[in-house]
């Protein structure tokens, strides 16, 4: 555990911020010889575990709109994964295989046998992987906004469809994305792009063999559009049910959380996809596609909103 493998150098170089970010609690820990930032609801409730895992450059932070408002029906866990956000730096950077493999020691320290993952851009591929490697200790994927692709390539044009996203999110989000960004630096975003890059995400998330849900935002510029996902999603038999929300941008589960956490809600219990009652004017979720080999839609329940 933890405690076992602290020392005071180990603690003296830990920065916790100097007011919590999140209604979740805010820990650290040791994982392969490198400290781990992480939020954990408070009290853990005894259900389900759903561990969030953030994008490219970033760290948990701004994950923590979505995950707040699952933190009662889910134990929520939030890391910032080695080399990102306020946790250490291993010592060599690490490249997507190598962070999923880090997120499942994450999970072995915290005594986590098996989880739902939700990522958001890099944290999708990240996920792919660890399905692919364990697929005994992941129950499903949420995966949205992910990146990563051809799409994404070269590097020029990612840091243009990213110039793009800024323009798009709450300007709050610049707030949160910007100290992140600055602590990551060029070389390591010039490292991980490649190895993002590089990683075959979309073969290893048509391979999925548990229920996934793939969220995208139709203004964001760094996703084929809705019609192109489809496509593509349909040449195969699959697990996958694709969801769209209009006016979202990449970010959404910062811009977005209220939707987000009503369509994971759906998706966890095999509801059909209908919009958000409670967030009325901001955007509207619809399913795109539904993979012949996910789990068909059950009935409402009592007093539901029919689907549509």
């Not at 590097?155 to 469809?161: D, F, G, K, N, Y």
């Amino acid at each position: 555990m933890a405690t076992a493998a602290e020392s005071p150098s180990t603690r003296r170089h830990r920065r916790s911020p100097r007011h919590p970010a999140s209604a979740l609690a805010e820990h650290w820990t040791v994982v392969d010889d490198v400290d781990v930032f992480y939020r954990e609801s408070p009290q853990p409730p005894d259900a389900p575990v759903m561990m969030h895992l953030h994008g490219f450059g970033l760290s948990g932070r701004y994950l923590l709109p979505t995950a707040e408002r699952l933190r009662d029906e889910f134990h929520t866990l939030v890391p910032d994964l080695p080399g990102f956000g306020r946790s250490g730096r291993p010592s060599e950077p690490l490249d997507v295989p190598e962070l999923a493999h880090a997120a499942t020691r994450f999970l072995d320290d915290r005594g986590i046998e098996r989880a739902t993952l939700v990522g958001n851009s890099m944290g999708c591929p990240i996920i792919c992987e660890f399905a692919h490697n364990h697929p005994e200790r992941i129950d499903r994927a949420i995966l949205v906004s992910p990146a990563g692709g051809l799409h994404n390539q070269p590097l020029r044009r990612a840091v243009s469809q990213l110039a793009r996203d800024g323009t798009r999110e709450p300007p709050r989000m610049m707030r949160v994305a910007a100290p992140d960004y600055v602590r990551f630096g060029v070389p390591s975003t010039v490292r991980m792009f490649r190895a993002l890059t590089r990683y075959p995400s979309l073969d290893r998330l048509l391979a999925l063999e548990i229920p996934t849900l793939v969220v995208i935002g139709d203004r964001d510029p760094l996703m084929p559009g809705p019609d192109r996902i489809r496509e593509v999603a349909s040449l195969t038999d699959n697990h996958v049910l694709v969801v769209v929300m209009e006016g979202a941008a990449h970010a959404i589960n910062f811009s977005n959380p209220g939707e987000l956490a009503h369509v994971i809600r759906l998706f966890m219990a095999d509801q059909p996809i209908v919009d958000d009652p409670d967030s009325p004017g901001f955007t509207r979720a619809y399913e795109i596609h539904r993979g012949s080999l996910h789990p068909a839609p059950k009935p409402p329940p009592d007093g539901a909103p029919p689907a549509g």
